[in-house]
């Protein structure tokens, strides 16, 4: 007889920097108790960062519940009584927490040892998955769903990880998500609405628009400036962020604030407020192109199905252009030959490569390619569904 | 303790209290500067074999077994033998050697280090670096000697290829790393 799907969850995120990781989270929260059932706890360790993305969440409050999960303050480097923050009372007791059917750690997060105790001494062991980072390389389907058994104790965790290929976990996307965006897509009325609720005002003939959201970024003043000399209006819907300060020094400013609009040459700079994440997802569907990312801002870039530029985290000795170029290689997959390299071109240019104006000017020139592309790679990497999969793993292995 | 990124194969780690020998470790990249292990091990009490992954500074308790400096005699299907300096012959199953079958040629003098668990040998570790010849490889390309520039070689006896600097040339000896299988350098 097939077991059911886990019905509690427990998921952990230590929050590293920038909204990645909570946001990878939350969202993996909400489709877990809302589309599947479970009753679920999101564990949070900075309820600050968390806040930005989820305005009624009140960071006084070690426990509160929220669009149906249940979110809990913990304090992933167990300082919390020196930190003073919420309250020592306010501690987890571990003890009597770890009763659910399915644990994540997100990100390798490590669990609290006396939670991991209190898995060891229950009498039904939770599944224990730990919710890796998204990447495109090979090496993935190879360690996707591999067992990691707990060197000192009677408890195995699995390692789950996202991918676009079969044989990973698949990435994160709500039921509904495709049909809204197709919708939202098609309705120029609600994207009038969108632009209006936004303070931008009506597209002009020839306009196009761009969401830029980055990480400081070396070519971002050259890429400004091509887009204020160029032919084409270019108008650049920027959230509040770490490229703010960026942008507002290309106007000569010394910084900017959610409202301002700055304009020169044919560009024109609307700075946004930080949104939650269906905002961001009808901003990626309304632009014409995007620039995302991080993790979760590039999986949903892929959802809106617009060309989009992916500014990957860097990491340590360049490890991370293998992994920006793993994705480029399945993306660009279906191409006309002559497009591939103008995608090619900008994701290298603006992951520290050089001469961003010159490939912006090429990709800008395959854009009608790359937009006929963008629903088809979608719809191709939709039949991953990654929270299907990992409960399905789960009653696998329970 | 050990890391799961200071693991090589030949290690023998406990693991919820069986000791195990690692077969295989693999080396990966995952995000934000984080890293896994994958490694192939197998139970010295039940001989069963497991495919696993860890984080790179999950930590282990190694277990310090009897070791003896071998060098490598012959294989004899499905064991590889070995002999010490005072020609005891000691036999490793295939399946243990992991990795270093990439590297076992007759007649090799390389000093290998084979383990024991209750008298039994039961896995083998190379040199960290050893010297091999390649026995074929594309023809060198003129001009590169930056050695960022790759291409496959086969090596002299085990036939086990890798990827070596372009300059490379048929009949050259090369260093190779044995705990990653990368080419060094050129060793002649």
């Known amino acids: 007889m097939e077991k059911d799907f886990p019905r509690s969850c427990d998921i952990f995120c230590a929050v590293v920097d920038n909204y990645g990781d909570i946001g990878v989270c ?44 249940e979110i809990r303050w913990w304090d992933s480097s167990e300082k919390a009584i020196q930190r003073g923050f919420p309250h020592p009372q306010s501690l987890p007791r571990w003890e009597r927490e770890a009763s659910v059917d399915l644990v994540i750690g997100a990100f390798a997060c490590k669990l609290p040892d006396s939670y991991i105790a209190a898995m060891v001494a229950s009498e039904a062991k939770p599944v224990w998955l730990n919710l890796e980072y998204l ?14 058994p707990h060197p000192q104790l009677p408890l195995t965790k699995y390692f789950f990880f996202p991918g676009f290929t079969p044989r990973t976990g698949g990435l994160l996307l709500e039921r509904d998500l495709l049909q809204r965006r197709d ?44 887009w204020e ?65 991080g993790e979760d801002s590039c999986v949903r870039a892929q959802w809106a199905a617009k060309p989009f530029i992916w500014q990957i985290y860097p990491q340590q000795d360049g490890v991370h252009l293998d992994k920006l170029d793993a994705l480029r290689a399945r993306y660009v997959e279906g191409l006309p030959a002559d ?8 994701w290298q240019a603006w992951n520290g ?42 009653r696998q292995v329970a | 303790m050990k890391t799961a990124q200071e693991l090589r194969a030949g290690n023998v780690i406990s693991v919820g209290g ?30 069963s074999g497991k495919e696993t992954v860890y984080a790179a500074d999950d930590k282990f308790e190694q277990i310090i077994l009897n070791k003896k400096d071998c060098t490598y005699s012959y294989y004899a299907d499905p064991m590889y033998v070995f002999m010490d300096e005072e020609y005891n012959q000691y036999e490793v199953e295939a399946e243990n050697v992991g990795d270093a079958v990439n590297y076992l040629t007759d007649g090799m003098e390389d000093k290998c280090e084979v383990t024991f668990y209750e008298g039994k040998a039961i896995s083998v570790e190379l040199p960290n670096t050893i010297v091999r010849e390649v026995e074929y490889t594309e023809p060198a390309v003129r001009g590169d000697t930056s050695g960022k520039v790759m291409k496959p070689a086969k090596l002299v006896g085990s036939g086990f290829e890798l990827p070596v600097a372009a300059f490379i040339e048929i009949g050259d000896k090369i260093e190779i790393d044995t705990r990653t299988n990368e080419f060094k350098r050129r060793a002649n």
């Open chain 1, 229 to 293: 000399r160029g032919a084409q209006p270019v108008t650049c819907l920027l959230p509040e962020g770490r490229a703010l300060p960026q942008v507002a020094a290309f106007f000569g400013l010394a910084g900017g604030r959610a409202g301002d609009v700055w304009q020169r040459g044919s560009l024109a700079v609307h700075v946004l407020p930080f949104v939650e994440q269906p905002e961001y997802d009808r901003l990626l569907w309304a632009c014409d192109v995007n620039f995302v990312r």
């Open chain 2, 18 to 47: 069986e000791p195990m020998v690692i077969l295989k470790a693999e080396y990966s990249r995952s995000g934000r500067n984080g890293s896994v292990v994958k490694m192939k091990m197998k139970g010295l009490l039940s001989g």
């Open chain 1, 135 to 148: 990447s495109a390389e090979e090496w993935v389907e190879s360690h996707h769903k591999l067992p990691s």
């Open chain 1, 26 to 69: 939350w969202r993996l929260a909400r489709q877990l108790a809302n589309e599947y059932g479970l009753s679920v706890r999101l564990w949070v360790d900075d309820l600050h960062g968390f806040g930005k993305m989820l305005p009624e969440l009140d960071v006084s409050l070690s426990q509160q519940t929220c669009r149906g999960v």
């Open chain 1, 183 to 226: 919708a939202f897509q098609r309705d120029e009325d609600a994207q009038s609405r969108y632009w209006r609720s936004l303070h931008v005002p009506p597209r002009t003939a020839n306009e196009l628009r761009v969401s830029l959201f980055s990480y400081e970024n070396e070519a971002i003043p050259e890429l400004l400036r091509a």
């Open chain 1, 339 to 346: 497009a591939a390299p103008a995608v090619r071109e900008l």
């Open chain 1, 353 to 394: 490569g050089t001469d961003v104006a010159a490939a912006w000017a090429r990709f800008s020139a395959r854009r009608k390619q790359l937009a006929e592309h963008g629903p088809a790679w979608a719809k191709r990497l939709s039949g991953n569904d990654l929270a299907l999969n990992l409960l399905d793993f789960s």
